[in-house]
């Protein structure tokens, strides 16, 4: 224990976390590679776009999105012609003084999608009420816009170190052991 103890805190507490990071995407890219995740939503176009493109985490936490769309109502759909975009509002279903406002840019190859929520701006995570505006309005290829490429299978991969140039699951364990 104490020997462990004193090599585990000379290591700096930054290099530590990068490590932490480096190994869970490796370990998530890894699991998405190595596994086919079974595509059963309501949504399953544009759930088997995701899990092609994100990591298997963030996969399965925008699949809790979509999963969570059931519960929200269309309420309105107000069209701007001059602006290109749609304005929807989204109710939650039996409560519905609950209201959020989703912008939808009209853009053939990349469609914008803004929601009042703000989920995706502070996570990168697509919210159910833009899955509940893409579901009405049938957008069955998943857009660009909604990627964040920190997010991606590709972006995992950049992290990922060939063992010849020392890289294991846990190195600090190891080098204490
Ligand atoms: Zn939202």
Redesign the pocket.
Known sequence: MGRFTRLYEVVPRMDKTISRMRNRLVEDNFRGINSKPLLNSHMRVLEENISKVFTHDIFVIIREQIEFEKQFVMAKRLPYANVGSIVFYVTQYGRSKRQ?C?DYHLDKINPKFF???K?FESDGIP????FCVMKTENVCKFPDFLIRSRWTRDAAKQFELPKSLGYYPDKTIQIAR
């Open positions: 959020w989703v929601c009042s929520c989920l919210c159910a009420h833009i």
